[in-house]
C-alpha cells in the first residue's frame, strides 16, 4: 500500500528553522516527482516546492525563495523541507504530494506554527 507520512513540524520563533521529513512507502520515491504543499487556516492549498524525478530538478513558490530547501535522500526512501528563517506567515499545515500511476497521494499533514 502506497503511503506518505509527514513528520517534523512543530512551534518556533520568527527566524527560526524546521525540517520536514516525508516518509515514502510501498513505492520508490526517486522514480517519481514529488512535491510539498501547504495550507494555512482559511485559506486554499499552496503549493510551496517540488522536486522532479529526473535530474531533481527544484522549483519553489516566490514566498519561499531563499529560505527553503527541497531535497530527497533515495536510501531512506524520505522528502524533506529544509525550512530557514521561517515567518509568521508560514504557519500552516504542511503536505507532501505525489501522482504514481495516475493517481494523486498526499500524506496527513503536520502542523508548522511560526510564533514567538
Known amino acids: 500500500q502506497l503511503q506518505l507520512v509527514e513528520s517534523g513540524g512543530g512551534l518556533v520563533q520568527p527566524g527560526g528553522s524546521l525540517r520536514l521529513s516525508c516518509a515514502a512507502s510501498g513505492f520508490t520515491l526517486d522514480y517519481y516527482s514529488v512535491a510539498w504543499f501547504r495550507q494555512a487556516p482559511g485559506k486554499e492549498r499552496e503549493g510551496v516546492s517540488c522536486?522532479?524525478?529526473?535530474?531533481?530538478?527544484?522549483n519553489y513558490a516566490d514566498s519561499v525563495k531563499g529560505r527553503f530547501t527541497i531535497d530527497r535522500d533515495n536510501a531512506k526512501n524520505t522528502l524533506y523541507l529544509q525550512m530557514n528563517s521561517l515567518k509568521p506567515e508560514d504557519t500552516a499545515v504542511y503536505y507532501c504530494w505525489t501522482v504514481v500511476a495516475a493517481r494523486t497521494y498526499w500524506g496527513q499533514g503536520t502542523q508548522v506554527t511560526v510564533s514567538p
Open positions: 522536486i522532479s524525478s529526473v535530474g531533481r530538478k527544484t
